[in-house]
Structures are given as structure tokens and as C-alpha cells.
């Protein structure tokens, strides 16, 4: 049966250019870097929420893909793989954030146990087109809310949610089972969710 | 509130499935039970709605652009990097 060494290679938009950098062109690694620098610095924002350390962030993921490279196997899609090498960086940093402290998300704490809390009706902001909800300041305490989230279930929801990868695809860089990730990323909306609910309960 | 629909278990039961069912994840039947249950229970639809316009805010949330001086610092570094990556063995 088929086994590692016969794995079919995967091939998408940034084979080509990787193949050249791997076959003597390092001059190229500068187009590999403009394909995904905005990309690793707002990932980076996202998870750290400092500019500072989005910039790392970026360097480091940098220095690491021009490092290995060569050991790429186009086993996967040439992005994920490069979130696989930003998230491990992000998490070996392990930056002790003042905002999220590390601890587990259970669903009870979503679970509204008196009748008067709960809901009859669907509130208005629910109901109103994105166009009319988003605006800047919805958007900066929505990204705050991001960073108190735990760092595995912000993870979880930055890579699912806000840079569009799959479940699966998560699951890989992250090196969890689907389930895990479906998982983290319920308990990590809910907690979004809750934060919306202050949010415009407070805005009236 | 509370009605003879409004079971707390099959609640529970639906409630862990609401992002599975807005992510498209759920076997026709899960799916089909859901919708059933939301028509009748109101506090799962609106927990439903809440949840979906969350995952619609977070996939619209704007992207920065790279300032340039990061950008630079950046350019510097891979300028600086030694140009030595080994050319793979083809097997």
C-alpha cells in the first residue's frame, strides 16, 4: 500500500517558485516573501497584538522557511506548511500575555442557567446587515476580544475564522485531530460571542 | 420560557453543534434535526443567529498593511541572510 516516501506531491501556485529556490535560485526567496508578508504580519498581529511582535514574528518565520526549505516535501500545500513553521514560533515564544492567561474554556460558562438570561427573542444586532454593524470601533474591541482569548483556542479561531483555513488544514498545523479544532473553535465563538453581547448590550 | 419543545438535553445536545452546522459540517440528518429544533426553540435560533453574525464579523475583519519600515527591516534581513540553500538531490 502506499506509504510516506510515495506520497503524491501537492502541488499549488507556489510549487514552481519554491522548486526554483531549492534548485539554486535564492535570489527568488524575496517574491516567496512579498507573496506572504502581509499575510504573517496581520497573523502575527492577530495572535500577539503588538507590532513589535508581529514583526518577530515575521523574521523569525522567515529565517525558518529560508532554513528549511530545502526540506520541503510538497506534502502539503506550501502555506500551510509556512503557518505550521509561524504558529511554532508563535507558540514557543509563549508570550505570557496580560490579557489571556492559558486556561480551558468549558462549555458551561456559555450555558445560561437562569431563565431571566436567557434570550426570547434574536437581538437587533444579530439582525442587522455586516455593512451596517462593522465599523472601527466594533472592529478594535472585536480584536481585543480576540487576545483574551486563550492561546489554543485563539489560535484555533484566528487560523479557522480570519485566515480562512479549513478544518483539516487547521487540524495539520496545528497538529490535532479535527475534532480537537472543532472543538476549541465552538468554545472559542461562543466567548466571541459573549464579548459582542456585552459589547452592545453596553451601546445600548 | 421554558416550553414542552424546549427539552434541556436535546438543547445541550444541539447547542454543541451549532458551529459545525454553520461551517456546513454536519450529516444531512444532524443538520435536518437542528433546523427542526431551532424552529421550535427560541433560545437555540437566537444563539444560533448571534453565533453566525460572530463568524461573519470575524471573517470581515480588515487587514493592516505592512508598514514600510517593517517591510524594509525585513528586505535587510533576507538580503543579509547567506545565500546557501542547498540544492535538493533529486531522488
Redesign the interface.
Known sequence: MTTNRYRKKIRDTDTELVEA????K??L??EL?KRY??KL??FG??MCGD?CDA?DL??ET??NV?RY??DFRFETKFKNWLYRIATSSCIKKRRKSKYAPERELS?DEF??KD?AQ??????A???LP?DQ??NEE??RT??EAILTLPEKYRLV?VLR??E?FS?IETAQILNLKSSNV?VR??RA??F??EK??EYFKNDG | MTDDIHNPQHCLEMFKKLSEYIDGELDTLTCKELEEHVKECVTCKSCLATLKKTVNICREMDTNPVPAEVSQRLKAMIQNMPRQVRTVQER
Open positions: 529556490i531549492n534548485a539554486g535564492p535570489e526567496f524575496e516573501v508578508e502581509q504580519y496581520n498581529l492577530r507590532v514583526e515575521v523574521q522567515f529565517l529560508f526549505l530545502k462549555l450555558i445560561s431563565d436567557t434570550p426570547n427573542e434574536i437581538p444586532w444579530a439582525q455586516l454593524l462593522l466594533l472592529s472585536f480584536k479561531v475564522d480570519l480562512g478544518t472543532k473553535l465552538h465563538r461562543l466571541l460571542q459582542l453581547k
